[in-house]
Nanobody
């Protein structure tokens, strides 16, 4: 069983920054894909950013130019640097990871952006 633990969420004013971390309980060097998703109550979970194993990165249009996804294989950690935050970025942020055919999710971390 693989565990993913997110951290770094919190309350920030519009225009501020936060950095989310997702630590995996196993090596991510051979991972197929890792990503950040977010969910607002009543809405579906949506992709924020994703890294495919070879290094290809995808961002949601709503966060392009503001958010940056990265990973540190030595620390088994994925990051999401979020700048120029907007109130509409308020959500629970989840990380996920795909190894072979197995998909794992973290427990989520709340991000609240005040106007």
């Amino acid at each position: 069983q693989v565990q993913l633990v997110e951290s770094g969420g919190g309350l920030v004013q519009a225009g501020g920054s936060l950095r989310l971390s997702c630590v995996a309980s196993r090596s991510i060097s051979s991972i197929n894909a890792m990503g950040w998703y977010r969910q607002v109550p009543g809405n579906q979970r949506e992709l924020v950013a994703r890294i495919i194993g070879g290094g290809s990165i995808t961002y949601a249009d709503s966060v392009k130019g503001r958010f940056t996804i990265s990973r540190d294989n030595a620390k088994n950690t994925m990051y999401l640097q979020m700048n120029s935050l907007k109130p509409e970025d308020t959500a629970v942020y989840y990380c996920n990871a795909l190894w072979s055919l197995n998909l794992y999710w973290g427990q989520g971390t709340q991000v609240t952006v005040s106007s």
